[in-house]
Each structure stands twice: as structure tokens, then as C-alpha cells.
């Protein structure tokens, strides 16, 4: 059984990836993860916050090799398309997010990240 707190992460996961930063709603996380709205902002308290740590998860399960360039399943919960669509639809909180998770290297993962979505392009 799930913490409330984990079934809300996993949630915020599958939402953010389907739906990017501006396309997704504290209460489509509730819902997603039956809880209340005022538990997200409890345990996370703001959208934002939460974004940081989906990024978070999503790099690094791209960096340790947990994600293969080609994921199985729909194209829209592929980390490798998140990665394309925060990119080109939201840039600027991306490289942002990027800067605060990463301050020493973050311009050398953004480069990963753009040859990622470069070479996944080519399938």
C-alpha cells in the first residue's frame, strides 16, 4: 500500500507526462491519485514544486540508464517526449528547473538532453 505522498508523486508522474507543466492541474493530480486537493499542496505545496521533482525523476532515470531512447507504451507518458515537449513548449521554467536541480553541469545535461530528442526523432 502506497503513502499518501507516494500515490501523489506517482500521480503528479503520469500527469506531467501526458499532459506538460501548463497542461496539468493540482486537481488532475488529486483525482489521479484520490486524494484530496489540499494533500498535494500539504506534501508538495505548489505545482512547481512538484514539477521540479518529476524533471528530477524523469532525468534521472534517463541518466542511470533505467529508460531506453524507446520506450514502450504511448508516446505521450515516454520520458523521452516529456523531455521534448517541456522543451519546446516551455522552455524557459525547463532550463530553470534544470539550473536549480543541476548548478554545476546543468548546460552539459540540457546538451544530453537535446541529442536524446535528436536521435529519438531519427526512429
Do not use: C
Not at 13 to 34: E, N, R, V
Not at 57 to 70: E, F, R, T, Y
Not at 71 to 90: K, S
Not at 99 to 104: A, D, G, H, Q, S
Amino acid at each position: 500500500m502506497l503513502s499518501t505522498e507516494d500515490k501523489i508523486l506517482h500521480a503528479a508522474y503520469k500527469i506531467f507526462l501526458l499532459f506538460g507543466y501548463h497542461g496539468t492541474t493540482i486537481q488532475q493530480i488529486a483525482m489521479q491519485a484520490d486524494v484530496n486537493k489540499s494533500a498535494v499542496h500539504y506534501f508538495f505545496r505548489s505545482k512547481d514544486r512538484l514539477y521540479v521533482i518529476i524533471v528530477k525523476k524523469v532525468l534521472d532515470s534517463i541518466i542511470n540508464n533505467k529508460v531506453g531512447i524507446i520506450d514502450q507504451g504511448n508516446v505521450e507518458e515516454n520520458p523521452t517526449w516529456f523531455l521534448f515537449t517541456e522543451r519546446y513548449n516551455n522552455n524557459n521554467l525547463f532550463e530553470k528547473t534544470l539550473k536549480e536541480l543541476y548548478p554545476n553541469d546543468w548546460d552539459k545535461i540540457l546538451y544530453g538532453i537535446i541529442k536524446r530528442i535528436e536521435f529519438a526523432s531519427i526512429f
